[in-house]
């Protein structure tokens, strides 16, 4: 079971790489230690959109789009600009919602949700400042965990999200941000003795909706490792939830759990 909590963390890292490959810069409140902050020195260069390309992919747009595309696109942003400020998630029972990403999870009683305190070691956030507004701390965060649970048979689950602007998410590639950090996950799970890794880029369905997301597997001192993730667009997050399973594939079975938040 130690060694299960000690891959755990090493799919955290993996985590912490995604969401480097898509950022944006700056500073971040999560600070994670150990093999999480080793991952995060080998994060490549960022595939989120910077002002300058958001600004030349607006042109572009505007070039190329015929003036139905444009309105959509207008559209889009007018909708984005409407949507709710950023709100943490909440553990009732056995169930996590998040109505500010729009999901939610039921699990039964094998399996534990980290607590505030928890999450926010996490994120790094120490308890002199947990006292303060938690929340607030959380907006002023480039990358961030909501959600982390584990279950008896060290299965876990999590969800992260990653701060930008709003255009910049719309314009987003999430093919495109998976498959570019795909080299740097790799070559962590290389150097902590990691073998035979393989993925595959996927749609995720969720409660009759679809999402862009990605399968990862490996070995490590011989234990298959399974890790099943999709992201999400809110406002001007990308949410990525994070699903990973250990000796047998049940990812599919744990997704199942998930609900969208009406």
């Keep these: 079971r130690y060694k299960m909590k000690k891959l755990a963390v090493l799919f955290l890292s993996a985590v912490i790489l995604l969401n480097g490959a898509s950022c944006t810069g700056g500073d971040t409140t999560t600070a994670p230690e150990s093999a999480e902050e080793t991952a995060a020195d080998t994060v490549k260069e960022t595939d989120f959109v910077t002002e300058e390309e958001t600004e030349a992919d607006t042109n572009a747009v505007t070039d190329e789009v015929t003036d ?156 298959p490792v399974y890790e099943t993730m999709f992201c999400i667009k809110a406002n001007e997050y990308l949410v990525y939830a994070c699903v990973c399973t250990y000796i047998e594939n049940t990812t599919d079975d744990i997704l199942g759990t998930f609900f969208i938040v009406e």
């Design 68 to 223: 139905a595309e444009t309105e959509a696109v207008t559209d889009a942003e007018t909708e984005a600009e409407e949507e709710k400020e950023l709100s943490l998630g909440n553990v009732n029972g056995n169930t996590y919602k998040n109505d500010f990403i729009g999901i939610g999870c039921t699990l039964d009683d094998g399996w534990v949700f980290y607590d505030q305190e928890q999450i926010a070691q996490i994120n790094g956030i120490t308890q002199s400042y947990l006292d303060e507004d938690y929340l607030e701390q959380m907006k002023n965060a480039t990358v961030f965990y909501d959600m982390y649970a584990s279950s008896e048979s060290s299965s876990t689950i999590n969800i992260s999200l990653e701060k930008g602007t709003k255009l910049a998410v719309l314009l987003t590639d999430i093919d495109k941000v998976l498959t570019n950090s795909v080299g740097s996950i790799e070559s962590s799970f290389v150097n902590m003795g990691g073998t035979n890794f393989k993925y595959e880029l996927r749609d995720v369905e969720i409660d009759g909706e679809t999402f862009k997301g990605m399968d990862i597997y490996v070995e490590i001192n011989g234990v």
